[in-house]
C-alpha cells in the first residue's frame, strides 16, 4: 500500500477498514474519546487476529487529537451519517492534511459534491463508500465531485485495489447505486411483515432459500442498524416502514442494542 491511511471515526467501518489496511501497511485511527479508543483498539485488534497470524493489529495507532492524521497521504472520514457530523470532522481534516493528501467520507447515502465542499478540497476529494464488514466486503464504491481532479481518481482506484477491493465508479446520487436499489427492497419486507403478521424470521427464511440472498432482509436491516437504514431512507427518499421508526424512537436499534425487527437476546 503506497498511501499511509488516516481514518477519522472508531465505529464499525473505521475499525473494520483500519484492520484491513493493517494487512497492507501502517495505519492511523482517530477517535473522540478514551472510552471511544479503547473500544476501537479492541475492535481492530478482534478482526486483525481473523485476517492474520502476524501481529498486524500493532500497526494500527490509535491517537485521540485529530491534527496527528496530518502525516497520511489518504484520509478517510468514517464517522456518524449525518451531515454536521461529517462537515465538521472533514473540515478539520482539509485544515490538517498535506497540500498533495486526498481526502475522503465513507458516506452511504450523502451528497459527495456538498461534503466536498465541507472539506474545503473538492479537487481532491473522494466518496470511499466501503461496505460493511469491510474486511469481507468486495466492493467499493467510488463518488466525485466535479472539481476532482485525475490524480485523485487514479490514487482511490489504486488504494482500493492495494486493499484487495473491487472499485466501482458510481455517479453522486443519493445511495449511489447498492443502497439506492437495495433499501426499497428492504422497506418492502418490513411492508410486508406489516401487512401480512408473517413472524420476521419466516420472511428471512424464504429470501434465504428461495432466492439465495446470504441474510434475509430483516436481519440486514437490523445488521446495518435501523437508525442507519432511516437515515439512508430519507435520503434517498424511499418511504421508512412505521415499525422502523417506531423502533428507532424506541432505541431498538437491531443487533447492536440486542432489538429490533428480530430479538437478539
Not at 496530518?70 to 485544515?95: I, N, Q
Not at 412505521?242 to 437476546?265: F, N, S
Request: contains cysteine; glycine residues 10%.
Amino acid at each position: 500500500m503506497e498511501e499511509r491511511l488516516g481514518i477519522a471515526g472508531s465505529g464499525a467501518i473505521a475499525c473494520g477498514l483500519a484492520a484491513t489496511a493493517a494487512q497492507h501497511g501502517e495505519v492511523l485511527l482517530w477517535a473522540r474519546s478514551d472510552a471511544s479508543a479503547e473500544r476501537a483498539r479492541g475492535a481492530v485488534a478482534k478482526w486483525c487476529g481473523k485476517l492474520s497470524e502476524e501481529p498486524i493489529a500493532d500497526r494500527v495507532t490509535v491517537v485521540s487529537d485529530l491534527g496527528e492524521l496530518a502525516s497520511a497521504t489518504f484520509l478517510v472520514e468514517a464517522t456518524a451519517e449525518d451531515y454536521d457530523v461529517k462537515g465538521g470532522v472533514l473540515a478539520e481534516l482539509g485544515r490538517v492534511s498535506a497540500e498533495d493528501a486526498v481526502v475522503a467520507t465513507t458516506t452511504s447515502s450523502l451528497s459527495v459534491a456538498r461534503l466536498a465542499q465541507a472539506s474545503g478540497r473538492p479537487d481532491r476529494f473522494v466518496g470511499l463508500h466501503v461496505f460493511n464488514p469491510v474486511p469481507k466486503m468486495a466492493l467499493v464504491e467510488l463518488a466525485y465531485a466535479p472539481e476532482a481532479v485525475e490524480d485523485v481518481r487514479a490514487r482511490a482506484r489504486a488504494l482500493c485495489a492495494a486493499l484487495g477491493k473491487t472499485a466501482v465508479e458510481v455517479p453522486d446520487v443519493s445511495g449511489f447505486v447498492v443502497n439506492r436499489l437495495l433499501f426499497p427492497y428492504l422497506f418492502s419486507a418490513v411492508e410486508l411483515m406489516e401487512q401480512t403478521g408473517l413472524p420476521p424470521e419466516s420472511i428471512d427464511t424464504c429470501m434465504r432459500l428461495g432466492a439465495g440472498h446470504p441474510m434475509g432482509p430483516l436481519a440486514l436491516l437490523d445488521y446495518v442498524g435501523l437508525d442507519v437504514s432511516q437515515a439512508i431512507g430519507e435520503a434517498i427518499e424511499s418511504p421508512v416502514p412505521r415499525t422502523v421508526q417506531q423502533l428507532v424512537a424506541e432505541g431498538h436499534l437491531g443487533k447492536k442494542t440486542g432489538k429490533g425487527l428480530l430479538d437478539y437476546a
